[in-house]
């Protein structure tokens, strides 16, 4: 592989990279990953920035990347793009990667779009056009051509003035406190773990279930989300939402009516069905169950106030030049159309900014 497009895929190789990054105050981090056939996502390239240019490391090839634990885990401050994601596929190799700086969250605070990506902020901002061959890659095939390399080189060659420039803006703009904030929840390891329990929170729609249906659905949820860890499978290979939500709607008793339910595939009655059963059973559902709710029209003034509370947002969002999304999200707009005060719903920066004209919203 030419020089150009450097791949660290031996470990003499990787430690001679970390020794040449110990003294490094900022490093640029980016990962391509797969989970489509998995539930976990499967680590297929990082990318780093060094003092010498941009360099992919080759998990696939590497026998142990723990050494980068102690990089990523502290020291210099890792510069990311949109990287929930990123944080997520690391965190079983590397631990939590902390300090952290996100420049999608950051150009949200300077007025960008919320989600904007990382090409569009590099064309705004630097004025460079990233070409766009290998979105769909699979990363995980080998060997990787110098094409896909210097692509996967572009996702971290410009992370660094990117921080640059946003900081500077929001040191004009008065907003590094608000930034500071946004970050320390992004690198808060307790919102990348998995909980089962709370898995049912994925449905939406189900709130006005009778008691005995939403702890069916939360049981669910749970088993097919610990299946799916246990057997690394997406969620939806172990039982699709679809079929979840009409189990839950029609409660069946029996092999029978568990395997009359649409689209229910028959490993899943003759593999798991007793358990499925179990847990409706535990359910204490009546026989026959309670009618299903009604789907209702919403109330007129609910529907009114949520409309005026999401016009005081953007006329907030408007004098300050922001997305209103980064302000505040419908469903908390709902929470205080319902009579939620904005002073205990919204934190932080958002608090101050919003709460006050929120609740002055009658």
Request: overall charge negative.
């Amino acid at each position: 592989m030419s020089s150009s497009t450097p791949l660290i895929s031996t470990q003499t190789a990787l430690e001679d990279l970390l020794a040449a990054l110990s003294g490094s105050t900022e490093i640029g981090i980016d990962t391509e990953f797969l989970r489509e056939r998995t539930y976990r996502a499967e680590l297929c390239l990082l990318q780093l920035t060094t003092p010498h240019g941009p360099v992919c490391v080759d998990p696939i090839a590497l026998p142990e990347l723990a050494p980068l634990g102690a990089l990523l885990g502290a020291g210099p401050l890792k510069v990311l793009h949109a990287g929930r994601q990123d944080l997520e596929v690391l965190l079983p190799f590397t631990g939590p990667v902390r300090p952290l700086f996100d420049t999608q969250v950051a150009a949200a605070l300077a007025g960008h779009p919320a989600q904007i990506g990382y090409g569009e902020l590099v064309k705004r901002l630097l004025a460079r056009e990233l070409p766009k061959a290998h979105t769909r890659t699979d990363w995980s095939r080998r060997p990787l051509s110098v094409e896909q390399v210097d692509y996967a080189l572009d996702d971290v060659r410009y992370l660094l003035p990117l921080r640059e420039l946003l900081l500077e803006k929001l040191g004009t703009l008065g907003r590094l406190d608000w930034l500071t904030e946004e970050l320390a929840e992004l690198q808060d390891p307790t919102n990348l773990a998995i909980d089962p329990e709370r898995a049912w929170q994925r449905f939406k729609g189900m709130q006005g279930l009778d008691a005995g249906r939403q702890t069916l659905l939360q049981d669910l949820a749970a088993w097919r989300e610990r299946r799916a860890i246990a057997r690394n499978r997406p969620r939806g290979w172990i039982l699709d939402d679809a079929v979840l939500r009409e189990v839950v709607y029609r409660v069946p008793r029996d092999p029978q009516q568990l395997a009359s339910i649409e689209a229910m595939p028959e490993a899943v009655v003759r593999n798991s069905g007793e358990e499925l059963l179990a847990l409706i059973a535990a359910a204490g559902i009546a026989d026959p169950p309670p009618p299903l709710p009604r789907r209702e029209r919403p109330d007129p003034a609910f529907v009114a106030r949520v409309k005026r509370l999401s016009s005081a947002a953007q006329s907030i969002a408007l004098e300050h030049e922001l997305a209103a999304e980064v302000l505040v999200t419908r469903r908390v707009l709902e929470e205080i159309a319902a009579g939620r005060k904005a002073l205990d719903t919204l934190r932080g920066w958002r608090r101050a900014l919003l709460a006050a004209r929120l609740d002055a919203v009658d």
